[in-house]
């Protein structure tokens, strides 16, 4: 059973560039959600999506957002890069009947420059 | 404000050590408490979870100890192992809540030596 797949594996844009990161949930799993990891503050929730529906959303700015396809895949897109933005990018699928049972990808390190 | 606190930083443990790493949260909502390990390039992979219904659960080396009353969980590696070098999250969650969401504590760098 394929996991969790996360594309691209690394990343280097320019402050001010717009990136979109791309998630593959496991085969069955409906909800996505993201997370972003940095050394300073860890792994903070940015969004989860069920069925195409955004079902919550962290205290990240308006220039994250993201959106799930008919296929349950999921893209997240950040506009305006700034510095702090750099970090790896985690996906995480699940059934989605409950909120536990989290397979995470090997995620998108994100490097702005 | 973080919910789950989690200690130490960074632990340093020989070959064969038992290793223990703790959290603590606040949300009394909370009612699934799994641990993550995370090696470098790699995502979090679930190791062990427990629900607050026990108060121990092991499996194999690892083992998970849970307080309701103090809101604290702790997680035991016995017979620490190189291999075990790693990151290790605590995280809590409303299972059937509509937050849908992990919330994690902030991660032990556990380094074992030979």
């Known amino acids: 059973k394929a996991g969790v797949t996360q594309t691209p594996r690394y990343l280097i844009k320019t402050r001010g560039q717009q990136v979109t990161l791309s998630c593959s949930p496991i085969?069955?799993?409906?909800?996505v959600s993201w997370y972003q990891q940095t050394p300073g503050q860890g792994l903070q929730f940015l969004f989860e999506y069920f069925s195409e529906t955004q079902r919550n959303k962290g205290n990240f700015p308006g220039r994250f957002s993201g959106r799930q396809f008919s296929n349950s895949r999921s893209e997240m897109n950040v506009s305006t890069l700034e510095l702090g933005d750099s970090a790896l990018y985690l996906c995480?699928?699940?059934?989605?009947?409950?909120?536990?049972?989290?397979?995470f990808g090997s995620g998108t390190r994100l490097t702005v420059v | 404000q973080q919910q789950v606190k989690q200690s130490p930083q960074s632990l340093i443990v020989q070959k064969g050590g038992i290793s223990i790493i703790n959290c603590a949260y606040e949300?009394?909502?909370?009612?699934?408490f799994p641990w993550y390990q995370q090696f470098p390039g790699k995502g979090p992979a679930l190791l062990i979870a427990?629900?607050?219904?026990?108060s121990e659960k092991k499996e194999g080396r690892f083992t998970i100890s849970f307080n309701k009353s103090a809101k604290q969980f702790s997680l035991h590696i016995m017979d620490s192992q190189p291999g075990d070098s790693a990151t290790y999250f605590c995280a809590a969650s409303n299972s059937g809540g509509s937050n849908y969401k992990l919330t994690f504590g902030k991660g032990t760098l556990l380094t074992v030596n030979p």
């Open positions: 427990i629900r607050p219904d026990v």
């Open positions: 949300n009394t909502a909370f009612d699934y």
């Open positions: 085969s069955g799993h409906r909800s």
């Open positions: 995480a699928s699940r059934t989605g009947g409950v909120n536990y049972g989290y397979t």
